[in-house]
């Protein structure tokens, strides 16, 4: 059968060009890979290349044609042993093979969220990747029946249950290794890791040079294999060398995959203000990694929830970021003692029941959450704390049945105003609970300014007990 | 007898790139062979790589002509030109050695076994297509054929391949990273990361630089203050070599030593391959960087396919009818795969919303 020719498209935009020059005429021998003419677009002259063999029986369009649209036949070609006559005057009549039909985009969900569409008729998602629906009356977790039963509670710094988490994980599992700067010999530069490499050995505790792109992308590509990398940080801060690796590879592998390549792999380490150590060791990540679809972000205040947690992200199949906090590394909690017992990523914790305001944080924020809560209640309002310990998924359904029980809501977080964690949560609880709102929700964030030195200033740009309280009563209208 | 890097007959590179490139660098190979003449081929090895060349070839045609029209979108990154390296590195690896590259990828996947209707249905982005669709032409993988993709950032795969190689490590089971890059990711400062931790745990990953001369649509001499990419790693003390990429058999050869090399607990290994895209760095590239000579020669001279051929007839009495038949049947199986991926449907709609994140870890 004669073969048409088409108007190429050179470019992802090219709708249509000139057909500049032919360098092959009729009754020439065609091979593939022989440059047969020249198209102009707008952009460059490109050349065509044959793909298929045989005689150029006739071309269609002649030298000098403009606006030639893409797809158009231009010449024909007969194949070996075909009549050269024959197929130049069968020429043009192929079929256009279909191009891409838009298709999806007459069945898309509804832009406007970015959630997965609610109704009867949508598309299922299979694996919870979208946010659930709120149901209209939304009901709290509750995570007081996450200790086990009976379980001896030990008194623990955050930093102990850390450590402790890697350890029970890496006992069960021997496909989960710790690698970072200072995590081995050194036992941490937070002492987060201390112990590990004694019990572990080298092979599975292993110090890394700084080099914080090389050594993501190293656990991210043991990761992919199946191994369970935990990837410290010395501080999120180095991470922003190796964040193209934790997004571009680690979160968006499954999706490019087709579903084929998990990333089981946690990022940890300290995130966020510590004391006096200026704007590049300060920065607090949590709306950066929380914005990326393929990732999970964990943000602990209490020490039973930074081990529990962390159990779970060594355990998740998916890429975890676990941000923790050098302040509170030193703070200790109740933590219940055994291996049993886990977290669930994606659940907040009502960690002071009230009835007048809701405060929402995570992380050290909930230091100001909770002291805020004391000096109101010797005011007479009964705040309710809830601290979301995921940033995502987030647990906004926990955030929601608050809000419809006490329509006033503050957040809080250190990192910055803008698109930061807060402004998302005070944007959920608007869409799923605006009719029970009695007044705007408030936040009280970090400043929007670089983290500074001096020791007043520092101060100044983070939050504190006194913002929150003022905010609460504001949206109390007191 | 440790033999330092060598360079096996290459095809003249760029005055600059010629003029540093030296016989050898102070590395160890750890190889034993002394030098040799050009390895041969048996027929039936001849055979195979004729087969396997021709397959990337008439695939990477049809790809681009299926761009043109219109039913292949977005950036397309053809291989034509280069195809010997990764068919020369495939035929010296072994069952579970993993490979990985970056955006140009077409031809590894077909080297390492992988459909090619599941690779030209992912390039139309339809539901058949290596990743349903969802990743297109820079983003295809494969568990089963150990091929861990095609990657978009341009270097990222030099750090997630050396991960590769740490996976066989921490395994212990035996197996190598063939990690491959262009000379325009040999830039990037991650590439030198991983070449550090590489050789100071000597994890098995031969680094495959190929060097087809321009990165993007800068020359190689432009963009590299050392154009000769095997001593890359001289200051981490990893071995190199340049290799004639354009002759399969010399590629092989080299591979067999870095493979060796990288089995046998000693490290990493680099090999230039030194070859040549025929066509522009994407479909919307006129190459206006090089002259029309240049690739003209590259093509009558040093052409991977047809060295093979020559051979064929030449030394091993292959008739023209046998060669045909060969072809019709390669040409046959590209057919299939762009009649597959022109009327396989796009994907379902519902999966847009699905393998985001995993419910459960895999058994």
């Known amino acids: 059968m004669p073969i048409d020719i088409l108007m190429p498209a050179l470019s992802p935009t090219m709708e249509e060009g000139k057909l500049a020059k032919w360098l092959k005429k009729e ?120 200790f086990p039963a009976g379980a001896e509670i030990v008194h623990m710094t955050m930093r102990e249950a850390l450590r402790d988490a890697m350890a029970e994980e890496m006992r069960r599992d021997g496909d989960v290794f710790v690698m970072g700067e200072e995590v081995a010999e050194y036992q941490g530069a937070y002492k987060v890791t201390q112990g590990l490499l004694q019990e572990f050995g080298p092979k599975r505790v292993i110090d890394t040079p700084i080099t914080e792109h090389g050594f993501a992308g190293i656990g991210v590509g043991a990761a992919l294999t199946g191994l369970k990398p935990i990837v410290e940080f010395m501080t999120f801060n180095f991470a922003m060398q190796a964040i193209d690796q934790i997004i571009n590879s680690a979160a968006k592998t499954l999706y490019m995959s087709g579903g084929q390549m998990g990333c089981p792999i946690v990022f940890r380490g300290p995130n966020g203000a510590a004391a006096r150590v200026a704007a590049q060791h300060s920065h607090d990540y949590a709306a950066w990694y929380s914005n990326v679809p393929g990732l999970k972000v964990v943000m602990p205040y209490t020490a039973a929830d930074a081990k529990g947690l962390l159990k779970s992200a060594i355990r998740d199949p998916n890429p975890v970021i676990f941000l923790e906090n050098e302040i509170l590394y030193g703070r200790s909690f109740d933590v219940p003692r055994g291996d049993d017992f886990l977290v669930p990523i994606g659940k907040a914790r009502v960690a002071r029941p009230g009835t007048d305001v809701t405060i929402v944080s995570f992380g050290i ?79 009280v964030t970090g400043k929007d300014v670089p983290m500074p030195y001096a020791a007043n200033l520092e101060k100044l740009a983070l939050p504190n007990i006194g913002e929150v309280v003022a905010a609460a009563k504001a949206v109390c209208y007191r | 007898m440790a033999i330092a890097a060598r360079k096996t007959k290459a095809p003249a590179q760029p005055k600059t790139a010629a003029k540093g490139a030296a016989k050898s660098n102070s590395a160890k190979s750890g190889a034993d062979k002394p030098l040799s003449n050009m390895p041969t081929f048996s027929k039936e090895e001849e055979l195979h790589a004729y087969h396997e060349m021709l397959l990337i070839r008439r695939f990477e045609e049809k790809a681009g002509q299926m ?174 070599e340049q290799v004639d990429g354009m002759d399969v058999r010399a590629v092989r050869d080299a591979a067999e030593r870095a493979i060796e090399h990288a089995r046998s607990g000693k490290g990493p290994y680099i090999l230039e391959m030194q070859t040549y895209r025929y066509r522009g760095h994407s479909m919307s590239d006129p190459a206006k960087y090089r002259s029309k000579d240049e690739v003209q020669r590259m093509r009558e001279e040093h052409d991977p396919i047809e060295q093979v051929r020559g051979r064929l007839t030449r030394d091993f009495k292959i008739g023209e009818d046998e060669l045909k038949a060969i072809d019709a049947k390669v040409r046959e ?31």
Not at chain 2, 346 to 363: F, G, H, M, Q, Y
Request: hydrophobic share 40%; net charge negative.
């Open chain 1, 365 to 443: 924020g909930m230091t100001y959450a909770l002291g805020a809560a004391e000096a109101l209640a010797k005011e007479g309002i009964e705040a309710e704390v809830i601290d979301l310990r995921t940033i995502r998924p987030m647990d906004i359904e926990t955030v929601i049945a608050s809000v419809q029980k006490t329509n006033r809501c503050v957040a809080v977080e250190e990192g910055f105003p803008q698109s930061g964690v807060t402004a998302e949560i005070g944007m959920r609880i608007m869409e799923a609970a605006f009719d029970y709102l009695d007044a705007p929700v408030a936040r």
């Open chain 1, 27 to 146: 009754g020439d021998a065609v091979k593939a890979g022989d440059v047969i003419a020249e198209i102009e677009t707008d952009k460059a002259t490109m050349e065509v290349e044959a793909v298929d063999e045989g005689i150029l029986a006739k071309i269609l369009i002649a030298d000098g044609t403009e606006n030639v649209a893409v797809n158009t036949p231009i010449a024909v070609i007969a194949a070996d042993g075909e009549d050269v006559s024959t197929a130049a005057s069968g020429a043009g009549k192929s079929e256009k093979p279909a191009a891409s039909q838009p298709q999806a985009a007459e069945s898309a969900p509804p832009a406007a969220t970015g959630e997965a569409p609610k109704t009867a008729e949508a598309p299922k998602a299979e694996s919870a990747a979208a946010h659930p629906p709120v149901p209209a009356q939304a009901k709290a977790y509750d995570a007081s029946s996450e």
């Open chain 2, 333 to 363: 199986i590209v057919n299939d795969a762009a009649e597959f991926a022109t009327h396989d449907p796009e994907p379902d709609v519902s999966e847009l919303w699905t393998d985001i994140t995993l419910e459960k870890a895999r058994a």
């Open chain 2, 67 to 240: 761009y043109g029209m219109g039913l292949i979108g977005g950036f397309c990154h053809l291989y034509i030109g280069q195809e010997a390296v990764v068919v020369g590195m495939q035929m010296a690896s072994k069952e579970g050695d993993k490979v990985i590259t970056g955006y140009r990828d077409h031809g590894h996947m077909l080297a390492c076994g992988m459909e090619s209707r599941g690779v030209m249905a992912e390039l139309t982005g339809r539901r058949g297509g290596l990743s349903k669709g969802k990743g297109g032409s820079m983003h295809m993988f494969s568990r089963e054929k150990h091929f861990y993709g095609g990657h978009g950032i341009v270097g990222a795969q030099v750090s997630l391949g050396t991960g590769l190689g740490f996976a066989n490590w921490y395994r212990g089971d035996n197996t190598v990273s063939l990690t491959y890059f262009g000379d325009g990711a040999a830039n990037q400062g991650q590439v030198y990361e991983s070449f550090n931790m590489a050789q100071l745990w000597k994890l098995p990953v031969v680094f495959v630089i190929e060097n087809n001369r321009y990165a993007m649509g800068t020359a190689v001499n432009r963009a590299s203050a050392q154009t000769d990419f095997s001593k890359r790693g001289l200051s981490f003390g990893i071995p190199g």
